[in-house]
C-alpha cells in the first residue's frame, strides 16, 4: 500500500512540473508574440536588427548572437550584427556558405543545435577568433522568406552553464521567422525609398544639365543644405524634408524658356521678369502630390530675402518656411562658387565673406551661423562638378 | 478517510484540466505566432485583412469578424473587412466614433468583452442591420499604433454557441496588435509607392508640357499600354514595370533643344537625327537608377520597328524588348490622335486602320492583336487632353 501511494505522489508531482514547464513555455510564448509586434513596427533594418539580438539573448539566455546576411550573389555571408560588437566593426566580418555552423545552416537550410561543439566537425574556430568568443553550446537557424534563405541566427551558450534544448530550438527558429520576414519588408521598403530618391535626384540632375553651368548645382545645394540642417540639429525625418526641397528647388526651370535658361550675357528686365517664375511653377508643378505638403511651399519660397524684397511673394523673416531659408544660404553659395558665362567662381573665402555680409538682409542669421559653422568645419566644400552621388541610406 | 480521498482525487483532475488547458493555449499561441509571420508577409492591405479575418474567426472559433479603420480626419469608421462581404459592398459602410460597440471601442482605446449584447446599452442594432448579423457575444479591440487608434476589430458570437471568455479576449487583443502594426506598414508602403508614381507622373507631365502637342502624352501612352499589357495577361508586377516604362519613355526628351522639339514646320534631316537621340538619352539618364534594370532598355528601344530599321540600334523582332514593342503602338496611336502643327489628329478609326496596316512592318502583330481587341472594348480613347489622373493604387 505505501508503494501504491508514493507511486501516486511521484505522478502527482510530475504533473505539478510538467504544468509549471508548461506556464513557462506560455510566458515564453507571450513574450515572443510581444517581442514580434516590435521587430515588426520598424522600417530601419539596423534598428531592427539589434532588438532580434536583444530579443534573442533575453529569450534564450545566451551569452552571445548574432545575425548574417547572405550578399545579392549568394557568396559571402556578412555579419550585420553581433551582440557587443559595434556596427562598425563588423565591416569585414564574412564567411561562406558552408564554412562554420552558420555556413552549414546556410548552405543546407536547417537548423542546428549542438550542445557541445568540441564535438562538431562543423564548427569553425575561425568565426570564434573573429568575433572573440569561445562557443560551448550554439543554436543556428536560416533566415527564409518564401523559401530562399536569406542568412542565418545564431545563439551561443545559456548563461546557465547548461547546453541548449530542443525547445530552446523551437522558440528560436519562431523568432527567426518573424525577423526573416520583417527584415525582407524593411529591405523592400529601403529599396523603394533608394528608387525614389535615386529618381528624384536624376530628374533635377537632368534639369541642371540643361545648361552646363549649373551641372550638379541641386545636388551640391541639397548638401550643403543638409549640412547646415544637421548643425541645426535637425532630426532624420526633417532632413529627409529638406533634403527633398533642395533637391527640387529649381524643378520648375522645366518651365522657362531655354534660351533664357542658357543665354550666356546679362537678362533684361524682361527675362529676369521670366526666370523669376520658376519657384512658384516649381511649386505649381508638385501640387498634385499630395506627401509633399509642406516641401511645396519651401519650393515656393526659396528666393525670399530674410529683409524683404525677394520673389515671388515678398514675404520676409519667419513667415518664409524655415527650410526655403536654409536653402537660400546654400543656393546662393553654390551659386557665387560656380562659374557663370559673365563671371569666374568666387573662392570659398570670398563666397563665405559674402554671405556673411547678407546676413540678416538676405539671409536668416540662424540658418548663416549654421552655414558658418558647417564650413569651418570643413563640411561644405565648393567642389564645382562633384561626381554624381548614389542615393542615400533610406530613412 | 473517503472524504479525504475523494478530495484528493478532484484535486487530480482538476489537476489534468488545468494541464490540459495550458497545452491548448500553447497551440493557440503558436498558431498565433505562426498567423504572425504571414500577416506581416504581405504590404497588400487587401490581403492582409483578409489574412486577418480569417485567422481571427478560427482562433476564436466565431461566426463572423469585421475590421473597422478610422479615416484621416479621425471622423468616420469605415468597414474595410467583413466576414462574408465582399469588399465591394462596404463601401457605404461607416459609423460614428462611439456609435456601437465598435465606435465605443475606438472612442474609449479599451477592449470590450460583451457575453450577451442585449442586457448592454452601447450595442446598436443600426449596425446588425448594416452587416446582416445578429450579434450575441462580441469582442471588440482597438487597433492601435504607437498610442494611436486606427481602427478597431471584432469577432462575434462563437459556433459553439458559448459566450466568448477572458483567454479569447487577449490572444485576439494579441492578433490586433500584430494586425495593427502589419496594416500600418502596408499603409506606409503604400503611401511611399504613391509617392513615387506620382512624382513620376508629376514630372513625365512636366517635360510634355515643354511643347502644349504633346501635353499628357505619356499619361495616355502608360493608359494604352496598361490596356494592351492586361489584354496581354500580364501579371501585377509586369504591368507596374510597363508602366514606368511608358511613362519615362520620352524622358529623354529634355536632353533635346526645345527649339527642335517645338518646331511647328517639318524637321530637317539633322534635325530629325537630333530628335531621334531622345531614347537613347532617356536611358542613359537612367543607368544610375539600379532598380530600373530592364526598363532602361525599354526606354532605349521604344522606337525601334518591328521589321527593322528603326532607332537608335535597328534590332528588330523578338530582339527588341517587349514592352518596347507594346509601347511602340501606344505611342504611335497617340501621336495619330493628337493634332499637331502641320496637321490635324487622325480619327480613332483612321489611326486603328494605320495601326493594323504596319503589323509586322513596324509593330509586334502580337501587340497589335491586343491594342485591336482593347480598341473594340472601348478600353483605348483618345481622349486628346486627359485631365491629370491621380496615382495608381500602390501594387
Known amino acids: 500500500m505505501m508503494t501504491d ?8 508531482y510530475l504533473e505539478y512540473d510538467e504544468n509549471l514547464r508548461l506556464r513557462i513555455k506560455i510566458e515564453k510564448l507571450e513574450n515572443l508574440i510581444e517581442a514580434t509586434g516590435l521587430i515588426a513596427s520598424t522600417f530601419k533594418l539596423d534598428k531592427l536588427l539589434d532588438m532580434v539580438m536583444e530579443i534573442g539573448m533575453e529569450m534564450m539566455n545566451a551569452e552571445g548572437c548574432s545575425i548574417l546576411l547572405l550578399d545579392e550573389e549568394g557568396e559571402k555571408l556578412q555579419f550585420v550584427a553581433v551582440s557587443g560588437k559595434k556596427k562598425d566593426d563588423l565591416k569585414n566580418m564574412t564567411i561562406k556558405p558552408g564554412e562554420g555552423i552558420a555556413g552549414w545552416v546556410v548552405k543546407n537550410g536547417e537548423s542546428l543545435l549542438i550542445k557541445d ?38 545563439v551561443i551558450n545559456r548563461k546557465d552553464g547548461r547546453p541548449f534544448d530542443e525547445e530552446s530550438l523551437s522558440l528560436f527558429r519562431s523568432l527567426a521567422i518573424q525577423s526573416a520576414v520583417a527584415i525582407e519588408r524593411s529591405r523592400l521598403y529601403a529599396d523603394l525609398n533608394d528608387l525614389f530618391f535615386s529618381t528624384i535626384k536624376t530628374l533635377a540632375s537632368a534639369i541642371d544639365a540643361k545648361d552646363h553651368y549649373t551641372q550638379g548645382h541641386s545636388e551640391r545645394v541639397s548638401e550643403y543644405s543638409i549640412e547646415i540642417g544637421k548643425t541645426l540639429n535637425l532630426d532624420e525625418n526633417e532632413l529627409t524634408k529638406l533634403e527633398l526641397s533642395a533637391m527640387l528647388h529649381d524643378i520648375g526651370k522645366i518651365g522657362i524658356p531655354e534660351k533664357i535658361l542658357t543665354k550666356k550675357t546679362f537678362l533684361d528686365d524682361k527675362e529676369r521678369k521670366e526666370i523669376q517664375k520658376h519657384p512658384g511653377i516649381g511649386a505649381r508643378m508638385l501640387v498634385p502630390i499630395k506627401q509633399f505638403g509642406e ?47 559673365y563671371r ?9 565673406g559674402e554671405i556673411k555680409k547678407f546676413s540678416g538682409i538676405q ?33
Open 363 to 395: 539671409f536668416d542669421p540662424k540658418c548663416v551661423k549654421s552655414f558658418l559653422k558647417a564650413s569651418a568645419k570643413g563640411k561644405i566644400k565648393n567642389n564645382v562638378h562633384v561626381p554624381r552621388r548614389s542615393a542615400p541610406a533610406a530613412q
Open 5 to 12: 501511494n508514493f507511486t501516486k505522489n511521484i505522478d502527482k
Open 295 to 341: 516641401i511645396i511651399s519651401c519650393i515656393r519660397h526659396h528666393h525670399e530675402r530674410y529683409g524683404g524684397g525677394g520673389y515671388p511673394d515678398g514675404i520676409k523673416g519667419e513667415a518664409i518656411p524655415f527650410f526655403s531659408r536654409i536653402i537660400a544660404v546654400a543656393d546662393t553659395f553654390d551659386a557665387m562658387t560656380s562659374n557663370r558665362p
Open 117 to 154: 561543439v568540441s564535438s562538431d566537425d562543423r564548427f569553425s574556430n575561425r568565426v570564434d577568433r573573429k568575433l572573440k568568443q569561445t562557443t560551448k553550446s550554439i543554436i543556428c537557424v536560416p533566415l527564409e522568406i518564401k523559401g530562399k534563405i536569406i542568412g542565418a541566427a545564431e
Open 344 to 352: 569666374k567662381a568666387f573662392s570659398s573665402k570670398q563666397a563665405v
